[in-house]
């Protein structure tokens, strides 16, 4: 699954620090590449980099599908 991120939902500044330091900022083109069964963490790709971020870092993405 492909998409852009357009935001987070939350836009706590410590929300969009974590997700900055994981290259993951606005119009980021990403690839999820795994959900975790156990603990619904995901893997995500960019530009041909891994990271994961937990399921409710997750769950305040806002994609552009």
């Known amino acids: 699954f492909q998409s852009k991120?357009?935001?987070d939902?939350?836009?706590k500044i410590e929300n969009l620090n974590y997700l900055e330091k994981a290259?993951?900022?606005l119009g980021t083109?990403?690839?999820i590449v795994e959900i975790a069964?156990?603990?619904?963490?995901v893997t995500l790709e960019t530009a041909g980099k891994?990271?994961?971020i937990?399921?409710?870092v997750a769950k305040n993405l806002l994609l552009a599908i």
């Open 37 to 41: 069964s156990y603990d619904h963490s």
């Open 54 to 56: 937990s399921r409710q």
């Open 29 to 31: 083109q990403i690839t």
């Open 50 to 52: 891994k990271s994961n």
């Open 5 to 7: 991120i357009n935001n």
């Open 9 to 11: 939902r939350r836009e």
């Open 23 to 25: 290259a993951l900022t």
